[in-house]
């Protein structure tokens, strides 16, 4: 049985702000059922309620040396759906309102990758393979082998790096090595960290892993090019015979139409009566005009650039000419936001738009809404596509990154596919494919079976859970060591 500590800084159902602790928390389930002994350690936030506290038994104390400090280290455990999870506790790290954008995020995950380490031998489990996900720990793949290489437990251990979104790499000052470190005499490390007179966590756990893998095959390829490499497409060329691309799943039961208590009514592919009840009661909720005739677009997500709103912006006159209906749920630029609410403004009964997030509410309008609207400029994968196909929500989506990996284009001559597309990021060509939303949604025969093959669609981890299986298995015999 292969073993697989996940470190990573967010795990549902602990602590989440995106798509990163949904992957780290469902995954480990998906592997199990494949005899990997999958376990996840994560911070343990001031956020995680007490409900989940109370169930965590304390099993060490230690001390953490991060250059010249010594700090504490609680290591609580706990088992959660029958995945072993642990936490590491320290309160002037992680007892803080939220979970990022503090003046100390190298310290505190530099604290945390470190952490990790020495809380090993104190498991009575020692991983084959440590699987870290994003920059926040980039620098367990660097330590392991340049600090930690003499200890008994590490000699046969490996290390996975995976990219959930290139754009965040945990870029800080040149002085982290030497000061948190002590790596300021190993010249390997600090070469592997150096970025543009600054150091990158991300960029030394892709220097030092055995392995790199990425959430969609595509963004795979995107991010081995200038355009979309973000700076480290060098190094990701240069690995690219250890770098993999492997599509996010969701966890079909914990979307589900026909139980989701969060629902006004419940559906499945047998009757979308429910489904439609679901649209009138959001549209009465949201103040909305009670219309069946026409198409309810929904928006769950960060309201940021490189969602690519600003198409939403040049064409929402046209689409609100088109009859269409706009509910929009998510938090993010100022700019986003300032525009989507004036844009309530203008249209009031035909968009509502609600700053923040709640879950409850993103249920409601994957059930309710008729289409989710990505016309995303970068999208490493996305799961709100998936989720939304669960719901009978038909996505459209810009064809980039793992959202062409996951929505088969709907085509009007077969009737075939799951989804609608547009290539070019023109927002007339996200309008074209708007109106032709409008016309399919018209028949109601048609848009049913175009309902049915969505929800349909097997998004779950069954198919990528094989893949980091084979992954996994490359890596305990390939496995490339930093000499």
């Known amino acids: 049985m292969i073993k697989v500590l996940f470190a990573a800084s967010e795990a549902v159902p602990f602590a989440k702000t995106g798509g990163l602790a949904d992957i780290v928390g469902t995954l480990p389930r998906a592997l199990k059922k494949l005899n990997i002994d999958a376990r996840i350690i994560v911070p343990l936030y001031g956020d995680i309620s007490e409900k989940f506290r109370n169930e965590m038994r304390l099993i060490s ?23 072993t999870v642990y936490f590491i506790d320290n309160e002037y790290y992680f007892r803080r309102k939220g979970l990022y954008s503090f003046f100390d995020e190298a310290e505190r995950f530099g604290f945390f990758s470190k952490a990790v380490l020495d809380v090993i031998p104190r498991l009575n489990w020692i991983p084959d393979i440590i699987h870290c996900h994003d920059w926040h720990v980039g620098m367990i793949p660097v330590l392991l082998r340049s600090t930690y290489c003499k200890a008994p437990w590490c000699a046969t251990t490996k290390t996975l790096c995976t990219i959930h979104n290139l754009e965040y790499q945990g870029v800080f000052s040149d002085s982290i090595p030497g000061d948190m470190f002590n790596l300021e005499h190993d010249r390997k490390a600090v070469g592997a960290l150096e970025f543009y007179g600054m150091v990158n966590f991300l960029k030394g756990g892709l220097e030092y892993a055995d392995f790199i893998s990425t959430v969609s095959p595509s963004y795979a390829k995107e991010i081995q090019t200038r355009y979309w490499g973000e700076k480290l497409d060098g190094v990701l060329t240069r690995r690219r015979d250890r770098l993999v691309g492997i599509v996010n799943g969701i966890d079909p039961e914990l979307y589900n139409p026909t139980k989701d208590e969060a ?5 499945s592919t047998r009757s979308f009566k429910g489904k439609m009840e679901n649209k009138l009661q959001l549209q009465q909720q949201l103040g909305l005009e009670h219309r069946t005739d026409q198409p309810l677009f929904g928006i769950v997500s960060r309201l940021v650039k490189a969602k690519g709103f600003e198409l939403v912006h040049r064409i929402l006159d046209e689409m609100m000419a088109e009859g269409a209906q706009l509910v929009v749920l998510g938090a993010g630029e100022p700019l986003q936001e300032e525009y989507f609410i004036e844009s309530a403004r203008r249209y009031p009964g035909k968009i509502a738009v609600h700053i923040g997030y709640d879950d409850t509410q993103a249920r409601r309008i994957y059930s309710g809404a008729d289409v989710l609207l990505m016309p995303s400029h970068k999208e490493p994968c996305g799961i709100s596509q998936m989720i939304a196909m669960r719901y009978g929500c038909i996505p459209l989506v810009r064809e980039i990154g793992g959202l062409q990996d996951t929505v088969e284009p709907f085509n009007p001559e077969t009737n075939e596919g799951t989804g609608f597309s547009f290539t070019n990021y023109n927002a007339h060509d996200m309008l074209n494919v708007i109106r032709l939303v409008c016309l399919v949604y018209k028949n109601k025969k048609r848009w049913n079976l175009l309902m049915k093959r969505a929800m349909r669609a097997d998004h779950s981890w069954k198919t990528s859970a094989k893949e980091y299986v084979s992954l996994y298995g490359r890596i305990l015999k390939e496995g490339f060591h930093v000499s």
Do not use: A, K, N, P
């Open 61 to 83: 104390v230690e001390t953490v040396q991060l250059g010249w400090r010594h700090q504490y280290c609680g290591l609580f455990e706990m088992q959660h759906d029958g995945i």
């Open 263 to 267: 629902l006004f009514s419940h559906y």
